[in-house]
């Protein structure tokens, strides 16, 4: 059973970082799309990083380009999501997913080709 489980997420001050990890457990194959979105209230879920194991290629949506990093570990059982110069509309519960298809890059940051989620954490960003 593909199982993806967040922490990390906290009460940060405007400026400051937080790193989240993403525990997955279940893979039965070495060809997926892993990827963290934020959903903040009122609002739709939004794609933030992507990691595909198909080209081992890491992709970041515009709104988070060079504030945010993707990585994982060794394993490659939990990958991470670093979050800096946070601002204010960057809180929201933050998810990651997974989909063991294969994806574009027009279709890795749609929610709805996603497979796998996990119950996500709650990052809130004060001013």
């Known amino acids: 059973e593909v199982q993806l489980v967040e922490s990390g997420g906290g009460l940060v001050q405007v400026g400051g970082s937080l790193r989240l990890s993403c525990a997955a457990s279940g893979f039965t194959t070495d060809a997926y799309a892993i990827t963290w979105f934020r959903q903040a209230p009122g609002k739709e879920r939004e794609g933030l990083s992507c990691?595909?194991?198909?080209?081992?290629?890491?992709y970041y949506a515009d709104a988070v380009k060079g504030r945010f990093t993707m990585s994982s570990n060794n394993a490659k059982d939990t990958v991470y999501l670093q979050l800096n110069i946070l601002k204010p509309e960057d809180t929201a519960v933050y998810y990651c997913?997974?989909?063991?298809?294969?994806?574009?890059?027009?279709?890795?940051?749609?929610?709805?080709?996603?497979?796998?989620w996990g119950q996500g954490t709650q990052v809130t960003v004060s001013s």
């Open positions: 997913a997974v989909v063991f298809t294969s994806q574009t890059i027009a279709t890795i940051f749609e929610p709805s080709v996603y497979d796998y």
């Open positions: 990691f595909s194991s198909k080209d081992e290629s890491t």
